[in-house]
């Protein structure tokens, strides 16, 4: 009887030890991972009946070569038309509706491809089951195919009249000339034509594994409920090799930019009164410096901030007509590869020496702002660092605030970085120093030349069209942004 009695709290043990959830850092987050490889990252958050669920896939651009940029896209497009449990387009929709869910949710970016809905949380299971056949057992019929390359293909046409797609796009193709391709997740309208149900097979059965995907869980439930119902949903799904061990994600070392660029792209959207100028560098990776990555994160913290050397030095030559502070921006753009500084400047009176005013912009950044803060301490030190990490922190609070907040923004550090990255990322930006943001300026942006455009409106460029070209301003056109129209025309 004893004997049995041990059995019994033996396995008891075993069963609660299987279930039981590694407490994260973040707010009411829980993490799993199942046999296979599955991370499962749960928050509970009981305040409304209903429940965030998101599966992400690490794919999308980075893993792309000339020959299949577009494919992931045009997976992602046919993961909604039918898998084992719904066979066709109109099936998965009528799913979708059951549950409440009234259109199609997914996307693909640089390093994700991801899916997502909200549903009431009564239909936990069903949900998760949802995406488990969409997932695992898509069909990928010949006839969809060719139904959905069309969808593909109007979107790409799209792109290429969106103001929004076409300077990011040519700005890519400048700044990364040996792999633009790993930044454009829309695609190339000649791959999508001619892609094919093996092509297809080909990333589901390289890319689409457990152990190369997340679950995102959050809000009215239980994380060892969910985890059961994972387990019992997916934990089967076969183990694959790391997509990652290859070439895959590109180096990120090719040679950029060798010499100052300059080009004018005219959008009707900008103001007649107005001239927005954008300075693009080269910036640290999270697969290759991820200490250099919290350096370039704390520095252009930094340049938001209203007092930064940055502002005050463009802000206060007149000659720019630059209208405050509030006009002068800095944004990090962060992949696993392939990432990037932007500096903007807003300028008044476009229609008085904008390509001359725009240069001195770049000069004031290389030969002045860059410099003094790489090899200057003194405006990094007072307490500016620990304010801007304590910054972080609260920014940190107001995105747990609700399951889908926080769930994504751990998906969107997950598929870089892993969750760990996401988990630390407050208490390791309390760690930078001056020092580690002024090697970072100099082995990164002083060891490099930008990309410059200046964005006017159209009647602006057409007036002083001359000038831009005396000054070895390029027009970017939308029949030359994306960088397979340039390969088309070489």
């Known amino acids: 009887m004893l004997k049995k009695l041990f059995l019994f709290l033996f396995v008891l043990l ?17 993490r799993y991972t199942l046999s296979n490889g599955l991370e499962l990252y749960v928050t509970e958050n009981h305040s409304v009946p209903l429940v965030y669920i998101e599966i992400a896939v690490k794919a999308g651009a980075a893993a792309q070569t000339p020959e299949t940029d577009g494919l992931f896209h045009l997976y992602e497009h046919m993961m909604f038309r039918g898998n084992a449990e719904y066979t066709d387009a109109s099936a998965v929709l009528r799913a979708l509706n059951d549950m409440g869910v009234s259109g199609l949710n997914g996307s693909t970016e640089e390093d994700h491809v991801n899916y997502f809905f909200t549903i009431p949380s009564g239909l936990l299971y069903k949900g998760l089951e949802f995406w488990s056949s969409a997932m695992r057992t898509p069909l990928i019929k010949s006839g969809e195919l060719e139904a959905e390359k069309k969808v593909v293909l109007s979107e790409i046409q799209g792109y290429e009249s969106d103001p929004d797609r ?14 633009p391709w790993k930044l454009d997740s829309a695609g190339v309208p000649s791959v999508i034509r001619n892609a094919t149900v093996e092509e297809l097979r080909t990333i589901q059965k390289k890319y689409y594994i457990p152990n190369n995907t997340a679950l995102f869980v959050g809000g009215d439930v239980y994380p060892d409920v969910v985890y059961e119902d994972v387990k019992k949903l997916y934990g089967n799904w076969e183990k694959g090799n790391d997509p990652w061990t290859s070439s895959a994600a590109g180096k990120g070392t090719e040679t950029g930019p060798d010499r100052f660029l300059y080009y004018v792209y005219p959008d009707s ?5 107005q001239a927005v100028t954008e300075v693009l560098f080269r910036a640290p990776d999270t697969d290759t410096d991820r200490e250099g990555v919290y350096a370039a994160d704390m ?3 930094y340049l938001s901030q209203a007092e930064s050397h940055y502002k005050s030095v463009l802000c206060s030559d007149q000659y720019l007509k630059i209208p405050g502070y509030g006009c002068c921006a800095a944004s990090y753009e962060v992949y696993r590869r392939n990432s990037m500084i932007n500096f903007t400047v807003v300028m008044n009176t476009p229609d008085s020496e ?3 005013r725009t240069k001195r912009i770049v000069s004031r950044l290389y030969n002045t702002i860059l410099p003094d803060i790489a090899y200057n301490k003194q405006y990094l030190s007072g307490g500016i660092l620990k304010n801007l990490s304590d910054n972080i922190s609260t920014d940190r609070i107001y995105t747990e605030q609700t399951p889908s907040g926080q769930l994504s923004a751990l998906r969107s550090v997950w598929e870089r970085c892993g969750a760990d990255y996401y988990l630390s990322y407050p208490e390791k930006m309390k760690k930078v120093t001056e020092e580690n943001v002024m090697s ?18 159209p009647e602006i460029y057409e007036m002083y069209r001359k000038e831009f070209s005396d000054a070895g301003f390029v027009k970017i056109e939308s029949e030359n942004a994306f960088w397979w129209q340039q390969e088309a025309q070489k």
């Open 14 to 30: 075993c069963f609660f030890s299987t279930v039981s959830a590694e407490k994260t850092s973040g707010k009411d987050l829980y």
């Open 166 to 179: 076409i300077l990011p796009a040519f700005c890519i193709s400048v700044l990364f000339p040996g792999v």
């Open 269 to 273: 959207r900008i103001s007649m009164q």
């Open 299 to 301: 520095f252009t913290g």
């Open 354 to 356: 904008i390509p001359e």
């Open 440 to 457: 970072m300026i100099q082995n990164y942006l002083m060891e490099s030349f930008p990309v410059t455009v200046v964005v006017v409106n």
